[in-house]
């Protein structure tokens, strides 16, 4: 087989391109080369979860192009009155930015912990979580200011009635996805302080060793939640 | 033979590990985190302007996309991963566009059946 009739990376001879793709399904025993296992099944439940929030917000889109009635202003219906006005939407673009800091703070977790340094991964994850619980503080927040104006799953004063059960399924489901993150990211971050991934210590419910790989793919996780909001927030709340 | 498989699955072994460890300068998460406040900015004056019609639309989609790949590309390092992986988990969620013409047709029927029925006298 001639080797220079293939694409090549010049500093690994790795296949690139297509190549690289045919050859890594057609190979033996793995499919996905040089991704640790843990990162490959998160990726895998990440594209599931991705068909769980699509049939939602597939769902949303169905109701509101059906119904004959209004749908709510969702510009008006989250509008806080601040400073003898009301500001369109800025509950949520707070949450926007709170989202995407502890995107990016996860980002540099990731980074130090490749580079074993415990104290700085440990603080940037836990600052992480504290950001992911600040969003989720002001999930219940807009949820009571919501109900208290009386959006049920069945009705709401402003119109078509399918606007609260879609409203709460969506962002409670994704609301449920930030609170297990944030659980997940406390309790890596103290495994990381504790310097279990520097022995190799085994994980008490896998059995199997601890690397610092488990950093990035509880990356993955975060980055995703993230990921849907952005979906939410341009479907459901700007529409 | 055997010896030299055994020495070649080592070498990939040794390879693999140096090669999944992502490894970036740090200045590029600082870069995207920096652009991907000045997107979700640009969104929320979408709203704040109160721009309508297909401008609207098309600027939330716009920057629902940028966001969204960003995030995949760069903070979830799918920029860097090999195309095996790249297309077994980007490919699959473009079907979702085929669901979504399926439910705007049968939601579009919904809509003129219960205009047909329910719609008399409006």
Known sequence: MSHS????????????????????WSSDQRAFKDVPWGKAMMWIFLLSDTFIFSCFLLSYMTVRMST??????????????????????????????????????????VKYGYQRNRRVTATLMLLTAALGAT????????????????????GNPWGAPQFGSTFFMITGFHGTHVTIGVIFLIIIAR????????????????SRKGRYEIVETTGLYWHFVD???????????LW | ????????????????????????????????????????T?????????????????????????????????????????????YAILVPPVLILVFVALMTLESDYTFLTREEFFGIGR
């Open chain 1, 191 to 206: 495994k990381v302080l504790r310097g279990d991934f520097d022995v190799e210590r085994k994980g008490f419910f896998t």
């Open chain 2, 1 to 40: 033979m055997a010896h030299v498989e055994v020495q070649h699955a080592q070498g990939q072994q040794a390879h693999g590990q140096q090669a999944h460890s992502q490894q970036h300068p740090i200045g590029i998460y600082l870069w995207i985190w920096g652009l991907l406040f000045v997107l979700s």
């Open chain 1, 5 to 24: 009739a293939i694409a090549e990376d010049k500093t690994t001879h790795a296949p690139r391109g297509w190549t690289s793709l045919v050859r890594d």
């Open chain 1, 135 to 154: 969003f989720v503080g002001m999930q219940a927040f807009e949820w009571t200011k919501l109900i208290t104006e009386g959006v049920r799953p069945w």
């Open chain 1, 68 to 109: 004959l009635a209004q749908w709510p202003n969702p510009s008006e219906v989250f509008a806080l009155h601040i400073g003898g006005r009301d500001v369109p939407l800025i509950l949520i673009a707070i949450m926007t930015f709170v989202l995407i800091s502890s995107s990016g703070t996860m980002a540099l977790a």
């Open chain 2, 42 to 86: 640009c969104s929320y004056f979408v709203d704040y302007f109160h721009l309508q019609g297909m401008l609207r639309y098309s600027l939330i989609l716009l920057f629902m996309i940028l966001k969204a790949g960003l995030i995949v590309a760069v903070f979830m390092h799918m920029a860097w991963e090999r195309l095996a992986l790249i």
């Open chain 1, 227 to 237: 990921l849907v909001w952005v979906f939410i927030f341009a479907f459901f709340y």
